[in-house]
């Protein structure tokens, strides 16, 4: 029988902000449900004597604390003893992020690991919106520098941003004179790209839907800050309450049953001016505990509930 044990891989809590961290709030809800929390990160997950370990730490997170967490033991766990693995570092999602996938793929059989690690490594999050493109603004994915003129040309202004970011890290708005250079040492950097017409209604904000076992569970606004364009919290942005529109909720529910299928348990999908931006997030969804401070809904209770924890 399984220990009441979650283990929570991701970023040196020390990194994480208390105020709005999704793994934090998931953390206190599974402790007011009597679980041990151990927390380790990813460089420290071992394959040894075909025991798939990892060397970490008991914590105990505390709410509303300005010392929010406080380590009650080190040690180095056989992963088999905890009831869940929750995959919560940060992306970019680089061959250290999917080793992580192929090593915890030994006990997924064994241990319910959120989200399924086969399906994390599947899922690339900007390219798998690709097959949704219907929905969403004029969009390329290419490393080929022709192709990225000949779609500037087409569209004016546009956004390019690397596949495997995230948090609004290294994305550029083109207008005006096309940048050859900056484009060219783009693709120096991050190889394949993706391209999309520039949507100008983002002043208004963007919308992410939060997807849990495929259902639709809640959504926010995240609206820039004065003269950005970025939609992300980390960037400034300002967060509040809304509702979907019947063309939103039908291609949330579509991707969201398309995600169950595929063993993902928790997402976020991302909205401007009702088309999907192509940011269909599986790695580390964020959110949770901004859309409770806005609505007093607790969607961690939701989440620990599907797993029947």
């Not at 220990?3 to 809590?13: C, D, E």
């Not at 969009?139 to 202004?157: A, Q, R």
């Not at 976020?268 to 001016?273: C, T, W």
């Amino acid at each position: 029988m399984t220990n009441k044990i979650i283990a929570i891989q991701g970023n040196h809590p020390n990194k994480l902000n208390p105020k709005t961290d999704t793994s934090i709030f998931l953390a206190i809800e599974a402790q007011n449900k009597g679980y041990s929390i151990f927390y380790y990160e990813p460089k420290n997950l071992s394959i040894i004597d075909d025991k798939v370990l990892a060397s970490g730490f008991f914590i105990n997170f505390k709410k509303y604390k300005k010392k929010f967490f406080k380590i009650i033991k080190y040690k180095k766990l056989n992963l088999l003893n905890c009831k869940y693995i929750l995959i919560r570092q940060d992306p970019p999602f680089n061959l250290e992020y999917i080793s992580t996938t192929y090593i915890l793929d030994k006990i997924k059989n064994k241990t319910k690991i959120i989200n399924d690690p086969t399906s994390i490594r599947n899922i690339s999050e900007k390219l798998y919106s690709s097959s949704f493109l219907k929905y969403m603004p004029n969009t390329i994915f290419t490393k080929d520098l022709k192709e990225v003129k000949s779609f500037y040309k087409i569209n004016k202004k546009i956004i390019i941003k690397p596949i495997h970011g995230y948090g609004g890290n290294n994305i550029h708005l083109l207008q005006g004179k096309f940048k050859n250079k900056l484009v060219i040492n783009f693709i120096k950097k991050h190889g394949h790209i993706m391209c999309q017409k520039f949507l100008s209604k983002i002043k208004n904000g963007d919308k992410r839907v939060f997807l849990i076992n495929g259902k639709i569970l809640g959504a926010i606004s995240r609206v820039p800050k004065k003269g950005s364009f970025l939609s992300n919290m980390s960037k400034g942005a300002k967060p509040m309450l809304t509702k979907l529109t019947k063309n939103e909720n039908k291609i949330s529910n579509f991707i969201g049953k398309d995600l169950k299928r595929q063993n993902i348990y928790f997402a976020g999908i991302d909205f401007i001016d009702q088309k999907l931006n192509g940011d269909i997030n599986v790695t580390s969804p964020t959110g949770l505990k901004t859309y409770y401070d806005l609505s007093n809904i607790n969607l961690a209770k939701i989440f620990w509930k599907g797993l029947k924890a």
